[in-house]
Structure formats: C-alpha cells, structure tokens
C-alpha cells in the first residue's frame, strides 16, 4: 500500500481535498431527492417592454412539461430587498435576459425543450444600454458600493492642481467583467408540508435562508437551505440570485422537488458582473513627485431595476499624501442587467486607474516608480485622519523589488527586446479594507477526547474547513486532526456570507471566542465528561460590529515582466510576483493559493476578458467559456507570492486580515505599466489585447 502524502511544509493537507478529488463532495445539481423534476427558466428577447403573451398551452402539451409558471400564475411574493429577486410579479422587461417564465418538466431534457420551444410576445420600448461620460441622465448617487459616500473633498483641489509643478491628467476605461465561477448558479429545493429545504450554489446560506423565507411568507425555523459544497463564486453567488427563488416557487407550484441549474449562456444577465467604468484621475506633484493634488472622478453604469454603484474612487482615499483631493462618482441607470460584486469590487477597477496614473508621473518626474509611491506614503489615512492599525506596504515594494530584482531596470520605455520580442517590467501597489461581521458559533467537547465546531460558513473554495479547523486547535490547545469542522448550512449557528475577504476573520473570531470558553469550561471540569460532552457558545455582535479608531486595510505589491510580440501584438506575462502585507497567516498553503489565483484574475482583467455590450440588442456578446476568454495553464506564468510578517493587535484574536482579493487588485496595473515599459506607448483601455496593441508596434 502506497503510504499517505506527508504534510506540506507550508500547512496541513486540505480538509476536502479527497472529497474533491474523488467526487465525494456532492455541489448543489447533485442532490436528487426521489420525484425530483427539473425546471428551465426563460429569459426575456428584448431589451425592454412588456410580456404580452406567454403561450403557455402550446407547452404544456409537450411530453413531460409538468408546468409553465410565469406572471400570469406564478406564487405571489413578499416584498424583495433585492429588486432582481421580484420574479415572474408582473409583465415589465428591464433589460434582456430578464427571466419572464419558467418551464418544469420530469426531465432536464424535456424541460430545455419547453423552454425553448415557450412562445412569449411582447411590446418592445426603446432602450439604452450605452455608457457615456457625457450622458445626460448621470446623477450622483448618495453613496457607492459598502456605504462609501460618492463625493469627498479635502483643501482646494482645482488651486493646489493649477499650481502644481508636475501634472497627469489622464482617462482609464474597462469594459464590463463577468464572473464566470467554474460551478454554474443551481438550487435543488423541495417543500415537505409548509417546510422549505433548499441545496444552493451560494456564498451564504444564512443569507438565502433569510431572502427566502422573507419572499415565500415563512417563518425563518421553516427555511433550511445548504451550501456545504460551492464551486467558486467570486461575488456572484454573495447574494441570493433568481435561480434558487425559481426553484422555491416552483417547487412549491408543482408540490415535488425541483432542481434548477442556469445555462452558463444565460449568467450575464442575471447574477451581477463588475459594472464598466470611465475613470479620470489627476495628479499634481512637485519636481520631488510628492502628490499635493489628486483626483479620481468615476463614470459607471448601473440598471434600472436597483442602483448599485461600484466604488472605484475609494481606494484613492487611503493610497497616498494628497492634502487636496476630490474623488468622485457619478452614475447612470440603463437598460443593462444589474451589475453587483465581483472579486475586489471598487479596488480592483480603482486601482488599476490609480497605479496606472502613478506610473505616468514617475515618467513625468523622472523618479522610479517604486521610489515614487514610497515618497508619497501617508503618515495617516488621508481621507479620514485615522492612524492605521498597520502599513507596511513600503515593506512590500522594497521585498518585492529586491525579489523580482528591480534594481539597475532601465526606466525607459520602449527599448528592450528579444528578438522580435519587445520587454518591459512593471509594478503597482494593491490595497483591500479589513472587513468584519459579527458572527456566531458553537464548540463541543466529546467524551471520546474529540470537538466538534459548528458554524454557517462557507467554503467557496478558499480551505475555510482547514483553516478554521486550525484556529478552534490552537484555542483548545488541540492538535487540528482532533477538530471537526460543520458548516454549510442554516441549520447552525449563523453567520455571514464568503465575501469581502471578510469570511476567516468574522468566522474565525466566533469560532476562536466559542473555543476559548469550551476550553475554560474543560479546565474548571473535574473528572470524565458526561456522556453528552461539554459545549459552548460564541457571538461576536458587541465586539466585530464595533467602529474601530484604526484604518485597517491589507497592502501589498505586484511586479510583473512582459513580452509583447512586436509583429502580432500578442502579450505574455512572463513574471509576475506579489508582496503581501495581510497580518497573521494562519494557513500558507491556503493563502498562497489565494493571493495566487486572485493574481491569475489580474492577468485575464489586463489581457483577455472582456464583456462587450451591444447597443442595439441589450445583450452582453461573450455569453460562454470560448468567448470570454479567462485565463488558462498556458497563460499563467512564474508566478510567486509572498507575505511579510504583519503583526497587528487591532483586528481579531487571530491577528489575521483579508487575502481573498487583495490579489487581483494591483495586478492589471502593473501588467499595464510593464507594457507601456515594453513598447514605449501608453494605452488606457482594458484588455490589452492584440487588435489594441498593434497600430503602436514599431514597423521594422
């Protein structure tokens, strides 16, 4: 028999590591209960109207379509939080891809043909679905995504600007971005009397429990639903989506069990993507480069059914000095879908404007960018005067230039090569606030010298079992192999949602508390334990819901080298390298291959992906896997992580930060930066892809 892998050095084996790897960890499709049937929703073909006709007749003749549910006789709902969530209510068509029906069948198969066999007519209106910087219905909302207010100005920016010796006025635009998680959005729901049980594909299932129970008339002690297995989510699953809401109704409509999965075709218009963004940012330096004016001035889009507004000025209010700043957002509601969080929402589009106009005035001072940024470090949060709980992020540019090697790189663009390979190096720095919710948990002692820890949080596939398996171990003074880990399900105690980079500390501060008190409890215990163990509670509402004195954000920093085929335009990220600052650790495996994959995020933000409205259909054109091109093996190259040892007392018990996100956040930027490096011209608009690149190559 071949004997076990030994433990990694970096950490533990992950806890679901054979679970996945042999096909044991069962994801949302794969619960059949017995009856189960198979719903397939219908999107809406204009760009906006009115349903006049749902023929339903026509379907419900068809072998196995057992019902077709749409606003003529769909269950009537509760009041939605979330308007994307008021389904099948009445007979309006916001944007295209709006579901308008649903199909229920005894088969996936028969229930696909209904739907597309399902005959809906309408009275089309004229729409809108083209962002403009000048268009003139933008308004200034009350505040961006998070509860960051729109508008915020210190000094007298236009003066300090006018005065300053050094200046960059540029405009950075990305289109939209989509999510595209491995797992496609599924519920599988079934009613047994007045009891609603439900396996979603979610971010937090306390969080759908609530929604549904909410939408459905039911008590919350009536809503079961489980997530114990999510095939990533990067935001998309953070929210209840229309899919879980379909399946509830329609189960509840046919009385059996039903199981809907959404066609990957049909995820761009129904469960969020980063919303595309027009970003002018200036700067005014003296000759040293020291900022004494910035200003970051968002455009971006949001839907007509609810508002939501992606915070990409934000981060231009911790970054750097700045005594006179303005940073601002501005938005219009189109016929589009609602755009919503995908990974570093704010931060990842923010900061790819801001490194990239940081790069442009270290060309214009003559300064190294690295130098640059650490002349420009805030002795304090600049737009809130808070001092930071910690800041190392000038320990990141000097770590991640003395690995990467930055040192004697010749600063000007444009004149190294490879053969018909053009060269350059880039960098950028990251941020991402510190996040926490408050959160429950419970802890039991068994008689057989075994703990259980219980806590609805969920693993999107980021190793939460692993690591808060090892955070309850090191409370108890226990080795982790003596911790069972449950979660994933409403049925214990709540939690919050995966999201934010705010799971392992809100999660593992009620799992850290709950331990701690079991193990007062097992040290006061004389004597064996009773046959029913010993156990203990935690919530942590008075402590995480607090308003800290502190700026609490992780930094970090990317370096990157490309090489830009001079003939096709083609890029390759040949290098790329990112420096953390993240607090405490707890598990190097398993943020290593977080930092990694949020970095890979970065490479397909800079290169290939793309979601590219077309005006005169409402409809987003890349719709599948072969035309939204995500990174793959071939395209991800040498690339490193690492992290500098953080200590910091104003957090959690753990002392540990957010790194889900913190990743992707500086990587377009310095992957921006390292190809106007290579070709000595600067483009402003994501991706670089080759059609972009090639009338700038230099003809030999």
Known sequence: MTPPPAPRPDGPVRRDAREKATGAARYAAEHTPPGCAHACPVPATVARGKVTAVHADE?????????VLSHENAPRLGEADDPTLSLLQDDSVPHRGWYVAVVVADTLENARAGADA???????????????????????????????????????????????????????????????????????????????IVHDSSQGSTTVRDTLAGLLGVPRADVTVVSDYVGGGFGSKGTPRPHVVLAAMAARHTGRPVKLVLPRRELAAVVGH?????????????ADGVIDALAHEVVTQ?????????????????????????????????DVPSPSWMRAPGEASGMYALESAMDELALATGIDPVELRVRNEPEKEPDSGNPFSSRNLVGCLREGARRFGWEGRDPRPGVRRDGNWLLGTGVAAATYPYLVSPSTASAHAEPDGGFVVRVNATDIGTGARTVLAQV????????????????????????????????????????????????????????????????????????????????????GAHFAEVRVDAET??????????????????????ARSQFIGGM?????????????????????????????????????????????????????????????????VGTAAAIANAVHHAVGVRLRELPLTPDRLLPHLPRT
């Open 569 to 590: 335009g083609e890029v390759r990220v040949s290098r790329l390298l990112g420096v953390y600052a993240a607090g405490r650790i707890l598990s190097a495996s398993t």
């Open 118 to 196: 399902l005959r809906v007519t309408y009275a089309t209106e004229p729409h809108d679905a083209t962002l403009r910087e000048d268009h003139p219905r933008l308004y200034t909302p009350e505040e961006a995504n998070g509860g960051h207010p729109a508008v915020r100005e210190r000094g007298d920016f236009d003066t300090a600007f006018a005065a300053s010796a050094v200046r960059v006025d540029a405009t950075y635009t990305m289109a939209a971005l989509h999510n595209h998680p491995m797992e496609p959005h599924a519920a599988t729901a079934w009613w047994e009397e007045d009891r609603l």
């Open 472 to 555: 309850a171990a090191e409370a108890l003074g226990a080795e982790p192999a003596a911790v069972r880990v449950e979660l994933g399900s409403s049925e214990l105690p709540d939690a919050p949602l995966a999201g934010g980079s705010s799971g392992t500390s809100s999660w593992g501060w009620s799992v850290h508390r709950a331990c701690t008190a079991l193990a007062e409890k097992l040290r006061a215990h004389a004597g064996a334990l009773p046959a029913e163990g010993l156990s203990a509670f935690a919530d942590t509402e008075d402590e995480a819901g607090q308003e800290p004195p502190y700026a609490r954000h992780t930094f």
């Open 302 to 334: 949001t839907s007509t059914v609810k508002e939501f507004v992606e915070q990409a000025a934000a981060p231009a209010r911790t970054m750097y000095t700045s005594p006179h700043s303005r940073t601002t957002h501005r938005v219009v509601a189109l």
């Open 59 to 67: 379907v419900l003749r068809l072998p196995g379509v057992l019902a």
């Open 600 to 664: 890979t995020m970065g490479i397909g933000m800079a290169l290939t992906e793309t979601s590219t409205m077309d005006p005169a259909f409402g409809d987003y054109v890349e719709r599948d896997l072969a035309s939204y091109h995500v990174p793959v093996s071939a395209d991800v190259p040498a690339i490193e992580a690492h992290w500098l040892e953080e200590e910091d007392p104003h957090l959690n018990p753990m002392g540990s930060k957010g790194i889900g996100e913190i990743g992707i």
């Open 274 to 286: 980063r919303a595309p963004t027009i970003q002018r940012v200036r700067l005014g330096a003296g």
